[in-house]
């Protein structure tokens, strides 16, 4: 019987549970050099010795404008691999398997002079006028992708997170909000996404699984639902993506009668219908830090991760509590084994 304590294999993967700590920025890069600091360490190894199974890294950008801000990650440069490596390297002495999240921001870059977008279409009235990318800068943007990629290989992750949700560059594309091209890339609104996902499977180790993070509904007027996400989620499939990280909006002004749900697991039924349709592995995110619903989605086969963002943020030990609260066998740390 699948439980949330429960090992999870996916290709060479090998999980010692479904817990998972989700890509969640820090803006903490103090030298704005893209560079992992001693903070980056502490937060994660923090939640390794706390049991997670999965430690996903935060967004980690291709390039410097395709950072949220200037305190953001970046895997631009060779020089950013050390840093990275010593977190994934502590992070498997206690346990836990981690994987990293590549991304750019597209319009939603602040710190960037002039932003780039499939279009010149602006976040909001508060934000930056983007420029529209031109064919051959979006052929060289999927070559950084590979790059970035490349260099997370190096540093040791066990796997790749592809992010193409809340609004950044690759939800941009896929968009018809947010992409108006009339070039190949605006006739085939998948097609930088498909081009990202072989790039970056070129770069990984057979065995090493591929996860894409979408944003399955938008919360905008117009905006794509459930269908239109399998439906593009079904080529980012047929390209290479082995498991879907289901979040939601992130593309615009969140409009007042689409307001995304503030419940427990409101974006888990997104999960559900994608792991349905496309017959795929799928993470659950959203609202899940009750171990006792966490462990449901996983006993109900709703999801086959549960990634838990705020519960973990408040106490880097959240799994361990919740094993303890659930009985359920785990490796507790054996300098911690009297506190439970």
Known sequence: MKDLFSPYTIKGLELKNRVVMPPMCQYSVDKKDGVATDWHYIHYVSRAVGGAGFIMIEMTDVEPDGRISDFDLGLWSDGQIPALKRIVDACHSYGAKVGIQIAHAGRKAEDAEVPVAPSAIAFDENSKQPRALTTEEVKGLVEKFRAAVARAVKAGFDTIEIHGAHGYLIHQFHSPLTNKREDRYGKDLTLFGREIIQA???????????????????????????????????????????????????????????????????????????????????????????????????????????????????????????ASKLKKETAFPTQYTTGF
């Open 200 to 322: 970056a499977k070129g770069e990984m180790p057979e065995d090493m699984p591929l996860l894409m993070r979408i944003s399955a509904k938008e919360y905008v007027e117009g905006g794509y639902g459930i269908k239109e996400s399998i439906a593009f989620a079904k080529e980012y499939q047929k390209a290479g993506v082995d498991m879907f990280d289901i979040s939601s909006g992130g593309e615009g002004p969140i409009a007042a009668w689409g307001r995304p749900g503030t419940h427990a697991a409101y974006q888990v039924p997104l999960a559900k219908e994608i792991k349905e349709a496309l017959d795929i592995p799928v993470m659950a995110v959203g609202r899940l830090e009750d171990p006792i619903l966490a462990n449901a989605v996983i006993g109900n086969e709703e999801a086959d991760l549960v990634a838990v963002g705020r519960g973990m943020l408040r106490n880097p030990y959240w799994s361990l509590e919740a």
